[in-house]
């Protein structure tokens, strides 16, 4: 496979496997709260978790901004003989019809994504018109973490994958923290058979809030705020606070 043809959304789908999809320590909780009710996976990717669950028994709508990767969780869901509905929509504004879930999980730092308190409280305020009553809003957030830069301190490991003979490799280059947010430099580097490489940045803005202040906007718009759960850290993953939410 030769890299640099690869369209814009395949290598959507890779990196974000890539990057996510090795991701399973928050599965046992989710597990949990979601059992055999009607879910909506928020930020569900190519389905990591909400492949686990529908194969659990839970009936799981997975909604993303980008219709490429749920395109991919709509052929591995046929794959495994599971049926997801899908929703290409933005959390912030999302309409899921008529449909009310008994959980609403925001696994993996999704809400972080969302750019600033405004947001979510939007988010916080269409997901509440989406749960049935006494429904649970889960919402993971990465506890501290640790700014580094290559210059000064040994980076993590890079993540890689290879697919048809070709190495991805996506190197975590700098953590640094601004007043609002945190920023996660990555380096996406391929090496093909015959030696050929392509290497692009990215760079993720993570808003810096904590469980207990999504805990506090919940409450300020109307949840009943729940006791916080844990998502325990890894090798290669920071640990996770979640703020639940009863409507
Ligand atoms: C860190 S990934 C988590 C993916 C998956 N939930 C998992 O745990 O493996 C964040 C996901 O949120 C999606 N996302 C980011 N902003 C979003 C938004 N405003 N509305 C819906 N999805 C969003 C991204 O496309 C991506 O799939």
Redesign the pocket.
């Known amino acids: 496979m030769d890299a640099s043809t690869l369209t814009e959304d395949r290598k959507l789908v890779i990196w974000?496997d890539i990057e996510?999809?090795g991701?399973d320590v928050d599965l046992p909780l989710w597990r949990e709260l979601a059992g055999t009710g009607e879910v909506l996976?928020?930020?569900?990717?190519t389905g990591?978790?909400a492949l686990h669950l529908a194969a659990r028994g839970a009936r799981v709508t997975a909604?993303?901004?980008?219709a490429p990767?749920l395109d991919e969780l709509t052929v591995r869901a046929r794959e495994l003989d599971l049926r997801i509905p899908t929703l290409a929509?933005?959390?912030?504004s999302f309409d899921a019809g008529d449909a009310r879930f008994d959980t609403i999980l925001v696994?993996?730092?999704?809400l972080q994504?969302?750019g600033g308190a405004e947001n979510r409280a939007a988010f916080l305020r269409t997901a509440r018109a989406h749960l049935k009553p006494g429904g649970l809003l889960a919402a993971a957030l990465a506890d501290a973490l640790e700014a580094f830069d290559a210059e000064h301190t040994e980076p993590p490991l890079p993540d890689t994958r290879e697919i048809d003979g070709t190495l991805f490799c996506s190197r975590p280059m700098a953590v640094r923290e601004h007043e609002h947010t945190v920023s996660i430099e990555r380096l996406r580097e391929t090496i093909a058979r015959d030696g050929r490489r392509t290497a692009e940045g990215d760079v993720l803005h993570l808003d810096r809030v904590t469980a207990a202040e999504v805990t506090r906007e919940g409450a300020g718009l109307g949840y009943v705020a729940l006791p916080q759960r844990s998502i325990p850290a890894t090798d290669e993953y920071v640990g996770s606070s979640v703020a639940v939410l009863r409507a």
Do not use: E, F, N, S
């Open positions: 974000h996510c999809g991701y996976d928020v930020g569900a990717g990591r978790v909604l993303d901004l980008h990767l929509a933005d959390a912030r696994p993996m730092q999704t994504l969302l």
